[in-house]
C-alpha cells in the first residue's frame, strides 16, 4: 500500500477525528470500541503498511498504560482508602471549615497547585478526586463547581511550572534558569489558573447539570453521614460511628507520595549522581513507588488505626478496581490512537507546516506544542518534543527570547484543546460522569483558556522582563 503524504494525511487526521465524535455522541458505540476501529482505519487510508498498523496502536496503548494503569490502580486503593477511613470526609471539613462553602472552590484550585507540583497530571487528579466527590456532597455543590478549579491547578502545573517533569525537561533544553524559570511561571499561572479555574467553574456550572448518580462517586463516599449500612435485606443497621482520622494524619498521608517524589528530584542535590544513595531516593521518588509506599503505609493510617481488620482492608482493595477497568481501558485506546497518528506521519506534517512560518520564537514554541498536542494527545510528548524542534530554532533566530519564557510558552501550547486522543479526557469524562460533549464544554475549553491565557501573559511579561 502507498503511503500518504503532505496535507492530505492532515485531512484524514482531521475525518478520524470528526468519525470519533460522531460513532461516540450520535450512535453511542463504546468509547474503547471505537478508538480501536477508527485508529486502524486511520492506518488503512494513511498508507502504513498493514504489518505494522496494529502493532503502531498496541504500542501506544501499551505505553499509555505502563504508567496509568498503575498511576490509576494505586491512587484508587488509596482514595478508597482515605474514604473509608473518613479522611477524605476530614479534608473536605476542614476545607469547607477555613474557606468557607461559598469561597470551596478556590481551596480546591489552592490544594491542585501545591499537590500538582511535583507529580503528573494523572497522579495529581486520583489522590484529589475522593476529597472533590466528599466536598460536593457536603456542600451539596455541583461537582463541576468543585472539580474544575482542582483540574485547572494540576493542569498549569502540570504544564508551566518545574518540578513537574515536563517543565523540568523544557528548563534543560532551552538552558533557562529553574528559580526564574518557577518565578515567572507563577506570574503567569496562577492568574490564568484563577480564571479557568473558578471563575470559568462558576460559570459553566450554570449551564450544564451533570446526572444525580455517579457509580465512580459512591466509591470514594465510603458510609453516609450517619454510618447507616445496609444489611443485604433491604433493611438499614446502623453502624457505629468511626472516629475520624485528624486532619494531620490525613494530610500526611495523601501528601507522602507529593513528599517522596520532590525528594527523588533532588537526589542530585544531596548526594552525588551514579551513587548507592542517590539511585535509591531516584527509586523512591518514582511515582509508582511512591504511590505504592503512600498506599501501604495507608494500610495502617486509614486501616488498622482506625479498627479495620486484614480482611476488611483486602475488600477495600478489589472493590474499588473493578469500576476504574473501562476507564483504564478507554485511556489506554486513547494513547494508540495517538501512536498511529505519528506513526502514520500525521504529527511530523503538523510540525512540517509550523516550521515554514517564520514566527517569533515565543509563537513558535506555543504553536509547535500545540500542534503536537493535537495530533498526540499527550501534554508531556508535545512539550518534550517540541523543545527539541524549538531550542536550535531560536538559538539561531534574529530575535532572542528569555529561555524562561520561551519554556512557558511551549507548556502553554502544550495544554491546548484535550480531546479524544488524550487519556486525561477520558479520565475526566468517566470520573465526572459527563457525555462527550459535556467533557469538550467543560475540560476541553479549560485547557483552551489556559493555553490561549498563558501564551497572552507570557507575551506580556516578555515586554517587561
Given amino acids: 500500500m502507498e503511503a500518504v503524504h503532505g496535507s492530505m494525511l492532515l485531512v484524514f487526521a482531521a475525518i478520524a477525528i470528526a468519525l470519533l465524535i460522531l460513532l461516540i455522541t450520535r450512535y453511542k458505540v463504546y468509547p474503547f470500541l471505537v478508538l480501536i476501529i477508527v485508529s486502524l482505519l ?23 498504560l505502563g504508567h496509568i494503569a498503575i498511576v490509576v490502580g494505586l491512587g484508587t486503593m488509596l482514595g478508597k482508602m ?25 481551596a480546591m484550585m489552592i490544594v491542585a497547585i501545591i499537590v500538582g ?22 456542600t451539596n455543590k455541583s461537582l463541576l463547581l468543585v472539580g474544575l478549579p482542582m483540574v485547572a491547578g494540576l493542569s498549569v502545573v502540570h504544564g508551566l511550572l518545574p518540578p513537574h517533569p515536563a517543565a523540568m525537561l523544557a528548563v534543560q533544553a532551552y538552558h533557562a534558569d529553574i528559580g526564574r524559570t518557577i518565578a515567572y511561571g507563577l506570574i503567569v499561572g496562577v492568574p490564568t489558573a484563577i480564571v479557568a479555574g473558578p471563575l470559568f ?4 456550572s450554570r449551564y450544564i447539570k451533570l446526572p444525580k448518580d455517579n457509580a465512580l462517586a459512591s466509591q470514594f463516599l465510603g458510609a453516609d453521614e450517619t454510618g447507616a449500612a445496609n444489611n443485604g435485606n433491604g433493611e438499614q443497621k446502623t453502624a457505629p460511628r468511626r472516629e475520624l482520622p485528624s486532619f494531620g494524619v490525613t494530610l500526611f498521608t495523601i501528601l507522602l507520595p507529593v513528599i517522596l517524589m520532590l525528594v527523588g528530584s533532588w537526589a542530585d542535590l544531596v548526594f552525588t549522581p551514579k551513587t548507592l544513595a542517590n539511585d535509591l531516593l531516584r527509586f523512591v521518588g518514582n511515582s509508582d513507588v511512591a504511590l505504592l509506599v503512600a498506599v501501604l503505609v495507608s494500610f495502617w493510617t486509614f486501616g488498622a488505626s482506625r479498627g479495620f481488620d486484614r480482611e476488611q482492608i483486602q475488600k477495600f482493595c478489589g472493590e474499588c478496581l473493578a469500576p476504574i477497568a473501562g476507564i483504564t481501558l478507554i485511556v489506554g485506546a486513547g494513547g494508540g490512537f495517538g501512536r498511529v497518528l505519528m506513526d502514520s506521519g500525521i504529527s511530523k506534517e503538523i510540525v512540517n507546516a509550523a516550521t515554514s512560518a517564520h514566527l517569533s520564537p515565543l509563537l513558535f514554541g506555543w504553536l509547535v506544542a500545540a500542534l503536537i498536542r493535537l495530533a498526540t494527545g499527550s501534554a508531556t510528548v508535545a512539550m518534550t518534543t517540541a523543545c527539541g524542534i524549538v531550542a536550535p530554532i531560536a538559538a539561531a533566530g534574529a530575535v532572542q527570547v528569555k529561555p524562561e519564557l520561551l519554556v512557558l510558552a511551549t507548556g502553554s501550547g502544550s495544554l491546548i484543546f484535550s480531546h479524544v486522543n488524550d487519556g486525561g479526557f477520558w479520565l475526566i469524562k468517566e470520573y465526572f460522569g459527563m457525555t462527550v460533549g459535556q467533557t469538550f464544554k467543560t475540560w476541553s475549553l479549560l485547557e483552551t483558556i489556559i493555553s490561549l491565557m498563558g501564551l497572552g501573559l507570557t507575551f506580556a511579561l516578555a515586554t517587561v522582563v
Fill in 42 to 64: 486511520l492506518g488503512l487510508a494513511s498508507g502504513m503498511p498493514i504489518g505494522t498498523i496494529v502493532k503502531s496502536f498496541e504500542t501506544g496503548n501499551g505505553n499509555t
Fill in 201 to 204: 467553574a462558576l460559570m459553566i
Fill in 117 to 138: 507540583l511535583p507529580v503528573f497530571f494523572e497522579v495529581g487528579f486520583v489522590l484529589l478526586i475522593p476529597i472533590a466527590f466528599n466536598v460536593a456532597k457536603r
Fill in 82 to 106: 482515605m474514604a473509608e477511613s473518613g479522611g477524605a470526609e476530614r479534608i473536605a471539613t476542614t476545607l469547607i471549615d477555613f474557606f468557607g462553602e461559598k469561597n470551596i472552590h478556590w
